[in-house]
């Protein structure tokens, strides 16, 4: 069995079109809400679509035999850098509303995984009610979290720092695991949003190894996406910082998860070895960036299972730990 | 025969949701498009719809009467205020396609105005490059200006201001008139976007009148908005000044072309007073903000035409000026 | 007998002459004083002023028959935006102080209201001093309230917003209205003062009926000048949101009052129409903007007694209620 | 003979109020003028001041013998920080005119001084506009400038900056001194305007003296108000930098002239035996500041001739020269 | 033979005792100079060093057998956000001069890299000036640039950016290759300089290729410090956007040259089979950040030519190249 | 005996290159020290040194015959503007200890005066647990206190205002004088560093005397270097201002003492008389900026005792104060 613990919905026009509204009225027309039908949702679930290589989403986890995905919102529509804040609270909340839609929809195939309306004019402590309406009344299994709530327009508070604690202290409080992930990315950052996911992710894994997170947080579980940004290939950079400590640098990347989210094997190869097979799950962000053929080779380039199956040394255990139990375990499934 | 110079484009969700991907990937997708088909096109004049009282664009336009209709994009989408400017340009662009493909679905019923890229991070002649192709290959006849493209975030010159000639250049030299209506607004300014538009207005008006615009474009032709704000109430307090100058005030006003986008009898009649039947056009913004009925009479509140009728001292010849023969003179229909 | 609700006082030179020495030495010599002789003071109300179309203050009251007016700053003078804030409280006082003294030497003629030390350097409570000062020491009738301190060079907090309740508390405990009437307009503003005055007025009365402020306050009474800026003549814009709320704009309108001061007879009666005789308050502004003769009519622009004069559906009661009653039971003079 | 280089007009209050109303309407009512009669300038010379310690501003010249005295603007006045530029244009020329109608009607005991529209907001070649009107027009001998037309908000450029280059080549083609004065000081500044002053004209000594200034312009003739600032008295501090270049910095000082304007006879001893006294003018700022009397000594503090006097070491040539020569000399006179 | 592209100048406390005194007097004290004797530059290359894990720098290439090691300034002295811009032309262009001395006291064992007096308050044409010193006069074989001369305070332009091409065009014309390497990181960035390198280096390598400046300039050679930050391991996420266009993504990796300083034989071998051998050059930054023993190992943690050694599948010419003879070619040693 | 009240310490380059290692890497690497020998220490204090004119600092200080002298950290050195505050704290106590370990290796010769980590990130409260340090567990006899640790770029908080009373309350409950001193000055400021002292100095004097600051702290000692800025020069303009509140500002000025620590003979008479020489204390800077051959004389430019001894009209008595008692009193030596 395949659990996909990367994967966001997919949702109808509406769902976007309704958070072109808010930020065209700026709340002057109320809350209202996107008004998705149940046909309208499955559609986008079961049409080809365009933007995903001609396949349907349902149609990408059938041929890659996920049997059970985790879905978070789309995260470069997150808008968390909209003013004035209400209007993250209700896009997130309309977007968590479409996932347990879905969820309910095509039973057994999905569970959700919450976006947080992470806007910087508000206080953390204040997301977490979202966290705790997602985990409580709408049965999710996690959360994901955007690092840069700022997109990219001015420096957030790194992860080590304390502004980050009423979220880490509601996710253990409720026992689920957090998703790193950031979401859109404006000028005057230089990279796209794509790219931003890769350097805020380097910058979450050190900022969280050196910090005092993990002693506050001892149960805290963290996964970081993309396969922890740059820090697998770099982490021999930061040996010697830790060992001035008394420490292992490869001990402290353990304290983290890390999804395979990488489309070559040499790089899922590289993050195996370099913390673990008991510390990867597999994530596929399937259907996204990466659903589109590679020519040469035919396959999906976010077939990661077919990556995974082309390691030779793993053994039978270790690719049940990978596609299945290490994810049951975490978000207990 | 009612011809009315205000109406706004219908669209499906998809223009907003292409919209809202723009403003997510912030141009790393590449320019795409909305991808709307003539049925989707087609069922978003048809269909009834919740946000216009529960009826559909064209049974608003046939039950008011209204034989031919210019319209334009709606304004508090216009995103102007949004960076890079590609992004203006892209969604601007398609926009204006929309409403090209919308006049031709529905041949005679309508006729477009063009939607200006008008970011302020590029300068106003660039604007003009699509208004020439809307005007030159599409067969648009008028634009529409936004006042204020930072959308309440800053202050922009005022339209007596130099930095706005570009536009005016173009203007004169297609032969084709304008109409002021600003966009959306955003913090911190104190207002929503719909009194935004009135304060624009007045600002509008009052900022031409004391400029040299009109000396120095004398064949210009400047449509304003719901009745020019707030100028042809207040317009005895500008009185003084223009007789300092050897000038009236009333006098002025007529330099410009009001419509009469009002919803109480009392404005119409005060606005007709004071500027003259021959430079009213009848716009109702239909369906829009007014697409509701009044609970006390029945009527919609946007059925600006039974308003005119009611008032009993307008003869036969000023009515077909109003509600038809201003508007064909002035865009030449 | 008319009373007037909107004049501002004349001062002679050294009040100003002071208020420019302040912005030079910025407190370096000292508060001093202006130093005003009861002659000068005396001149300044019985002198012809230039300004003033070659006619006395008093003349003109004496020849629109003006038996009572309340008296207030000159607004455009009111400098909130100046810094240190003791600079707006000293100017404040002196003028005030120069208001009691006019009251004292034309007994019977004019009645107080107080302007207050809107510095946004200091805090809403802090102003009511001031306030307090004026009403229990010196006999004021009412306050002036100015809705936006940074007088155009930054967007201050809605009226709506609780940052003003301080202000509404002291209003109501002393019980006395205040009249909406805003002040300077400094670049980046589009707009001089005057036309600043409207914006501010359209901001207020759409600000205070959007918010809680009489919900919190049902004693609160405000009188906005210069007949609400825009929103009679616009009021059908604000219907449909009203509505949508289960009330109707026009009885909400009526929880504020309206001075007359508009210059043009149809505007008045606009006005009369929209919110009703008794929330309507004969006001000039007089001798001030409009204290120039019309060529055509020969009239005094600011002659609002004869535009209500020609009025012809007002009856006897009505014109009362308008020119003394309403003012005699608001201000319980 | 004493002529006194350094003194300040005395204006009425009407000169002041004109400006407290442009910074009120900051253009709106057009440039108007200050309206000051004949009698009322007549009377602001000759009448008893509060300020002045009870004297007028001639009977003060009267009783320490000054037979002439150049009077410039009253520098704490000067706005040059206010905006739009123009408003500074308008006052300064309205006060440069007072000053030339004070030294008509009162011929031989004023020579003028002028005051240049000093707005940051508009380049030092345009300010030259009203020194050429000053000099060429109305007879006036010299002009004051302020270093810091920011007053105190903003650092500008220092003094040997080429930024000034368009003021010095205007003065050296009219042949004309000028006088270094600063003017209004605001926060965030931590000084007094007084105080301001002495910063200022160190700043503009040791500035000019380290530029190329004198290279580029060997005739400009530049006189530093209040005995130089601290320069004189710290001068062994720039002692070691001169040497290095092999220059003196005594002789460096000497580039430059200075007032008398100290009010302890110690510090003008200094300042004598610093720069020589052919580098020194007779300079009060009477009446002003110093225009009180010592209660010990009875003598007004800015009694500068009595202190010269008490110098027993300077010769009759020497006082000569002080007292009068120097000045007819420098300012052709 | 091993050569080492990626050195940095060990220097004597004078040169930094140098720096400081710049940043105290900002230039007041004139340029001066660091006052280095060669004893003391010898005895920075000979003496051990406890930053260094107790050896010289040249005890660390004896051992680690590199013969020839490319030295450029220690990158994160480089104070290239320092103002005024004068202080980074003086710093940097001392720092050259100890490169060059190095280079010619010890002969045959180091060649120069130049830093770039990077202050983004001049433009990068006046950096080349430096360039040009050192290859035409010093004799140095490359060139190492900064991406981000703000040092982590605000965003640079990127890589890809028309700003640059100054720079390219010198490099092209001198023809000597330039190392991506940033320097430090002020606030508010939340990484050290360290991790900055990373982030930087995945910016620049994303930069360039998404580009036109190898269209521009098909002859510049870049060469990406440490490896390429994170976009070898990342690589297959910018496999689809260049299939998009055409392109395979690892093929435009190869325009651009990559070092071996990675501190784990995992991390080495994916960049050789990313890039290929023939686009990697030998680096060490040794002595440096990595000059500490790995308990465990034993081995210096930079001992990289062991880890190369390690890796198996290489043969003897891919082992020449990546020691030397693509070093040899690329800066035609 | 001479002691001298106003010395800085000499050390090695090592101490500066342990700051430039702080701005570089800005905390990354942690504390560590500069790592200075003893016969480094020795070697900064015995040998020659070019910038002291070709002498060491023991020599300059037996020539003049300075039997002890007060030292403190060169100011200009301070970085007191450098982020974050943590650098500040740590460079500033390295440069304490450098000042103690010199003061044990030469006894008898050297006592410590502490700098104060004054970061504007730090509240002034945290900068007394160093000075505590230094007087409590080091034996330092005073501070040093910088009025602007911005370093010129923006307006601190002048000294009389209540931001700086922790300073006070520590210096007064560990009964110390406290040397007023600034350190650096960066752009936008238009002067040096070493003008910036006597500009900090004027300000100092006036903001401390029109405080309350010794109504508040009566034995408060403050000593006001470089003989008071330009205020004893400058004093009578400050005289109208004190006899206005019914003070003589040399009363006041005799709140605070001065140094001598100026290079012209009749610049110390004047503050000597302006002060009394009760209130002085012989003060030299040396070696430092004074420390050059005057070529006409063959004087040390800051040989201020031969200054001192040139001035006929001081007595023994008074000598002996200046020289020695007046600073054995206050320091309690």
Redesign the interface.
């Known amino acids: 069995m395949f659990i996909d613990v990367h994967g966001h919905v997919s949702a109808?026009?509406?769902?976007?079109?309704y958070?072109?509204?808010l930020?065209?009225?700026?709340g002057?027309h109320g809350r209202g809400g996107a008004?998705i039908s149940d046909d309208r949702l499955r559609a986008a679930l079961h049409e080809p679509n365009?933007s995903f290589g001609g396949e349907s989403h349902l149609a990408h986890l059938a041929a890659a035999g996920i049997d059970l995905q985790l879905i978070s919102p789309?995260p470069?529509?997150a808008?968390h850098s909209e003013?004035?804040a209400f209007l993250v609270d209700w896009f997130t909340a309309e977007t968590n509303d479409v996932i347990h839609r879905v969820c309910q929809l095509e039973p057994g195939q999905f569970r959700g995984v919450a976006g947080l309306p992470q806007s910087m004019e508000t206080d953390p402590a204040t997301w977490t009610r979202e966290l705790r309406r997602c985990v409580q009344e709408l049965g999710f299994v996690g959360a994901m979290l955007n690092p840069d709530p700022y997109e990219g327009t001015?420096?957030?508070?790194?992860l080590g720092d304390r502004f980050w604690y009423p979220v880490w202290e509601a996710l253990c409080e409720l026992d689920v695991p957090v998703l790193i992930h950031s979401a859109?990315?404006?000028?005057?950052?230089?990279?796209?949003?794509?790219?931003h996911f890769?350097?805020e992710e380097?910058?979450a894994v050190?900022?969280l190894l050196q910090s005092a997170v993990f002693t506050d947080f001892p149960d805290l579980k963290i996964v970081v996406s993309?396969?922890g940004?740059?820090v697998?290939?770099?982490?021999?950079?930061f040996?010697?910082g830790a060992?001035?400590k008394g420490q292992r640098f490869e001990d402290n990347l353990r304290k983290l998860w890390y999804d395979t989210c990488?489309?070559?094997r040499?790089?899922i190869?590289?993050l195996l070895?370099?913390v673990g097979v008991d510390r990867c799950l597999f994530g596929t962000e399937k259907p996204g960036?990466?659903?589109?053929r590679?020519?040469e080779t035919g396959r999906w380039?976010d077939d990661i299972h077919l990556l995974i199956n082309d390691i030779e040394w793993l053994d039978d255990k270790q690719r049940t730990a990978l596609f299945e139990t290490n994810a049951r375990e975490l978000f207990r499934l």
Chains 1, 2, 3, 4, 5, 6 share one sequence.
């Open positions: 109808p026009s509406e769902l976007y079109a958070k072109a509204g930020l065209a009225h700026r002057a008004g365009p789309r470069y529509q808008m003013s004035p001015r420096q957030p508070p790194g859109g990315c404006r000028a005057p950052a230089r990279e796209s949003y794509s790219l890769i350097q380097t910058l050190i900022g993309h396969g940004g740059a697998p290939y770099q982490r021999g950079r040996a010697p060992l001035r990488l489309y070559t040499d790089s190869e590289l070895g370099a960036t990466g659903s589109m590679d020519p380039i």
